[in-house]
């Protein structure tokens, strides 16, 4: 059985930083697009960041220059380092691997974690 287990999210003051894993069990996704989304309460998931399993990274607008993702195949796991956190930065932090149908269609997401900015 295939999981992703995010962790990591907490509360935050405003400026601070913090950073999430996503670990993966049940298969290895070293040759598989990795990416991170968000979803607030009102508004649809968004796409955060995506790295591809040679390393190269894509980020949204909004977080460009403050969050970065990477990871570690040889520990299946998956990190997104967040700094400079804004209030809008508030949502629900999910993980997800893409199996080859696109991030509308992929079996593989994380159960999310829960990231709050305050101040």
């Known amino acids: 059985q295939v999981r992703l287990v995010e962790s990591g999210g907490g509360l935050v003051q405003a400026g601070g930083s913090l950073r999430l894993s996503c670990v993966a069990s049940g298969r290895t996704f070293s040759r598989h697009t990795m990416a991170w989304f968000r979803q607030a309460p009102g508004k649809e998931r968004e796409l955060v960041g995506t790295?591809?399993?040679?390393?190269?990274?894509d980020y949204a607008d909004s977080v460009k220059g403050r969050f970065t993702t990477s990871r570690d195949n040889a520990k299946n796991t998956l990190y997104l380092e967040m700094n400079r956190l804004k209030k809008e930065d508030s949502a629900v932090y999910y993980c997800?691997?893409?199996?080859?149908?696109?991030?509308?269609?992929?079996?593989?997401w994380g159960q999310g974690t829960q990231v709050t900015v305050s101040g």
């Open positions: 997800a691997v893409d199996d080859g149908r696109g991030w509308g269609h992929t079996s593989y």
């Open positions: 790295i591809t399993s040679a390393g190269n990274t």
